[in-house]
């Protein structure tokens, strides 16, 4: 999505040690906010101009054919367009020979902000057709495009018995995709979605296929674990097609119970009850009124909400429901027939998802839940700061950590995502414990530590991407 | 003891790696490692990262010799935060001491290898993670939050931030040190993310016939939403080879091993689903004794190595789905080579088995070696059959350009950047060095080794009789 060229492009425009802690921030914010009066007319250059064409892909077959387009290994005459979209096509990348043809893939939803650096020139892929979706009727598992959305694929695995183990953490209509190299965040109460992803199918820079991972087994013992190292960041080292993830059967009995919290005090308690006690969940969503309110209109909704998903034998569900009417004492209300908001039919689903888009999303704080109290009262502070209402969306872990969404009710403007985004990491830095993920965020840091990892995954970039295709780098 | 890991291999082998050290080196602190990683690019000797040495692949093992470094007394175990459940672990420590010393604080160390008592928490790293409990709660990768380590360079480095859920994580290099085999740096201490301490952890044990019999098992359970702790088929011939050296060990015959934990009452409940489940399919409980043995018995799977000396494990991943046809291809592939093979299995996840088949071997015998074969061609079944074979290190990375395709350049691309020159276990996973550093023999093509073990299939064709080293009731299998 763009981060390593962001970060790559920040740190070449500050390079001047002199000026280097002095302009840094001034830079970012112009950067990100598009003040082409503070930032030199060279980068105002670079930052205007667009991609030269966007192609719509229907197969892998297309992709590869721009890979090798832009790589050079085959003319635009391969493309197969109608004469005068080839024409278009030919004369557009020519335009553009002087520097890179890179490839670059937009993801579906993108709750937070698109990437700084924008595409620059070459081919912008839709891949929004490459949405096949195959659920394996023999083992628990799928192959799924990277434009296929994360509802049509709960819808197909629940009409082949099944149920993908993992979840958006804020309902929106992200596609699978977007988990590679866009903002969504799938996981589930007992794993993060690296536990849940096999294998990536994607073309490398040099127009080959490259299968990294596996796509009916885990990759133990095979090397380096190549898709956790490149999750969130795949479209910069190579353009992913399909992927390959593990689904679970679904259960006899599945349900969604709803308890109502009066406070975040009675709310953290029950959460650490919970991640302490080894019952198992599907997912424990978190949502203050107004997050209630937009995924499930009408229903009723305390201050703060637990959404539990819970699976399993009847029996086993059954003790279940007591042990944890038990363990979350202090809830005031609970409710047994709100149905899960996954399990809307996929138009209501999509509705939903624009009606939190509407809001702005500045990044995700994640915290030990006994946080919580001190973080709902950092998040409102900073909803009052900017002068917009805040909605919450969330999830708990069995590690025993919450992730929010805080969702802000303001227009999606690029002076209000970077002081939101700021004030969510400064959040961060007070809360013992507490991480801040964020377009902005690791632009931000400047720990040793962290500059020396990304120096890292920069030279894999120009190893992996020899043929600067991908994303590639860009000169100032 | 500091030139081979677990697997036996034959002397002739000498004559292609030098596989005994220059020299041993016992750090105890990470500057020491990193002066030690300096020291070792002046002086152009290689460096060989050494945990328990469980290892089964030649991974901790030089090729070229070298300065091995035994990491065993960096066992510090540093920070505890019972509330957090996070725990921070130097390299060189035991994990079966790691799990005892979070019970002890109320903690639960949800995963732990085959050879805990022995592995350490680098070297199991190092191999990719798997083991015991990742059926339900996945790879070890899913539960640390932050590492340090010691680059090629010398350079100490933090791999991620402690503080972040790697979930969303960018910037976090944990995964490129997993399944590393110590080919980009030493690892020298992880923040653990461990598990609340269940209720109840009851192991169960069902009795079938044969293997056969028990083949429906893994898939019936991945296929229900039960979620086990841990499940294990174990074959009839191991049980006959554990119970030459072991008369305690029950009669041989198939026997599943699942785990279960969590609430009593959750625990409870389940054990009744999976009487009927497995009780449907055939199997028949045995008692608590039995299954408490074979519990206690976990870490402990090879003690028939004492009955030729040499014993040889491979270990490989299978499709769910395939398990029936991967029982019938060992079959096959162990009667062509004349051979006794036990074949163990544990679920990974609901699809993954990983498929642990091992043969005795005798070493100084003139065919004994040819047995190797049996790795060769049991790995090709995992290909052919959607699986892999697990491990690369010196004696399996053959299979690196297969297992990976078009996307091996990425793979080696992560050992290039991270070890440009080549210092750090040199010569492994990604390539194969001898011991000579002289063109065209200093490696040796994957293809080559390959075929060489396929000449010794062929051999071990042409062998008058079979290995038989036990009896198993109801005749050969």
Redesign the interface.
Known sequence: MGLLVDRAFIDAATSAPALREMIRETLVEALFTRNDRVLPRDIVAVLARQPSITVKVRSDTDVQKLVRVANGQESTISLGLPAEDYHYARRQLSVTKDRDIGVYLRPAVLTTHPWIVPPQGGIEVDVRELSSIEVDGKGNRALVGVGARWKAVYDEAARAGRVPPFFPLVPLDYAMGDALYGDAIFQSYSGPFRRYLYGVRSFASHGRKARIGFEEVRDHGTGYDALGLLQNSFSEFVVPVAVAVAMAPRARMMKNWVYHFPDAAKLAGALAKLTSSARPVLYANVYDAAGWALVHPGAAGGPLVLELGVAGAPTLVAAREKALDALLAGFTAKSADTPSPYDADARAYARTSERILKHLFAGYLTAPAKSLPALLGMLQEAGVASGAKVALFGAARGTGTVSLAPAFETPREPAKFYSVSRRLWEIAQKLPGASCNSRLAHLWSQDRMYRARLVVLQRLKEDIDSARVVEPTVPL | MHSHDFASLPKIALLQWKMIPDFVVVPKTVEEVSRLVEFAFEAGLPIIPRGGGSGLVGGAVPNRGGILVDMRRMDRIGAVDP???LLTVQAGRAWKEIADFAAARGMFLPIAPLGAPASTLGGWFA????GIGSYK???A??IVTDMQVVLPSG?A?????G???????????????????GT?GLIIEATL?L?????ALVPLTYSFKDLWSAREVPGTI??????PYNVAVMDPVHLAFMRTVRPETPDPQALVNVSL???K??VA??A??LDALLGGLGGKKLGEDVAKAQWDGRFDLYPARRITGGLVLT?T??????YVEMLRRAARVARRLRMQVAVNSFL?????V?VNPYFLMEEDSPLGPTALAFVKKFGDVAFAL???????GLFTAFN?PK?????T???E??????DPHRKVNPGK??EVWTRYDLPIVNVIPPEIMGFGLDVAAFLRRLKPTSDRYVKIPGGPR
């Not at chain 2, 503080?163 to 085999?181: C, I, K, M, Q, R």
């Open positions: 509330e957090r459940r191999n990719g993670g798997v709660y996945g790879d990768r899913d350079e480095l933090r791999t991620a931030d503080t972040v859920d790697l979930s969303v994580a960018f910037g976090n290099l944990n995964p490129a040190f997993f399944g590393s085999e980009i993310q598990a609340p301490k269940p209720e991945a296929g229900s939403d039960l979620e934990d969590g609430p009452d959750e409940a389940a009744a689903e270990e991943e299978f499709p769910t789905p395939a990974v996840d609901r699809n993954t990983a959607g699986g892999h074979p697990e491990g690369l690196f297992m990976h395709k078009g996307a350049g990425i793979y691309a992560v050992k290039t950047q991270l996973m990604t």
